[in-house]
């Protein structure tokens, strides 16, 4: 494990789906197909992911009991992401009509690992989403057809100055 900044006292965490190589492509090819307000700030290619659990500040010493607490399952998720949509907040989104139940599976098992270990979850409704911009007041979004996502597992990812994946799960 490579932490970006030695003697960081407390870590930003998140758990997440991790694109691969083909999905990154294919958000990265819907990002540029849109037509961004000029105050748009697309998400970094590299940053593209789908949040499972925000952890936020955890303390350096709850580090390694989080590493090997989280599951290691054995799972294969195939995700349709058909709806592109700006929030209140001006951040575009990329998310699913519906919630698949191997997704609201993983979801669960996980918190569940997260409260055994103190540590709990976010208590608002989850709703999975790809950030793709921020700001984006006023997108013309353009989407032809769902992005298909494939996932055989998870991550724990660091946030500091973009995202670190820290562990890979499944």
């Known amino acids: 494990m490579n932490l970006p900044r030695p003697a960081l006292e407390s870590l930003r965490l998140f758990i997440a789906l991790w694109p691969d190589a083909h999905t990154r492509q294919a958000l990265t090819a819907l990002q540029a197909d849109q037509r961004w307000p000029t105050s748009a700030r697309p998400t970094a290619a590299p940053d593209l992911h789908v949040t499972l659990h925000f952890l936020g500040q955890v303390p350096q010493n709850r580090l390694a009991p989080l590493l090997s607490a989280l599951p290691d399952l054995s799972l294969t998720l195939d995700l349709s992401f058909d709806q592109l949509e700006v929030w209140p907040n001006q951040v575009a989104t990329l998310t699913l009509s519906s919630m698949p139940d191997a997704l609201a599976g993983l979801h669960d098992t996980i918190g569940h690992s ?57």
């Not at 709703?127 to 998870?154: C, D, F, I, N």
């Open 114 to 170: 997260l409260r055994q270990l103190g540590l709990p979850p976010d208590p608002r409704p989850y709703r999975p989403h790809v950030t793709l911009a921020r700001k984006a007041q006023g997108l013309q979004s353009v989407m032809t057809r769902p992005l298909e996502w494939h996932s055989q597992g998870y991550v724990l990812a660091l946030s500091d100055r973009g995202y670190h994946v820290l562990q890979h799960y499944g």
